[in-house]
């Protein structure tokens, strides 16, 4: 899998804020109304807003219109997608283990 350094870090950007660990630890039970995140976090909806694009953008979440609400969740697909990532970038290849870093 050859990585995509900007989707990459489009997709860790959603995991680098203590607010957006909590949605995602409230979403992991399921889907939720924006309207409950508000209650269950201090934060106001404009911030609240900010965090949700975060995490859409990445595809990690997704979010859906009804009436005046958005109702958000966790996206398997994108959750499966970030883990690759993590997956590849941590990924010890050996290959240059026997090169000689400097010249002697």
Not at 60 to 86: C, D, F, N, P
């Amino acid at each position: 899998m050859a990585l995509d350094e900007r989707k990459t870090a489009v997709v860790f950007k959603a995991f680098c804020d203590e607010n957006r660990i909590r949605i995602l630890k409230l979403l992991s039970t399921g889907e939720k109304c924006a309207c409950r995140l508000l209650e269950e976090l201090d934060i106001t909806q404009p911030t609240l807003s900010h965090h949700m694009k975060i995490l859409c953008d990445s595809g990690i979440v997704v979010g859906r219109k009804e009436g005046k609400w958005m109702h958000y969740s966790i996206s398997r697909e994108g959750s499966e997608v970030a883990a690759q990532y993590l997956k590849e970038l941590t990924k010890v290849n050996g290959s240059e283990k026997d090169k000689p870093c400097c010249e002697k």
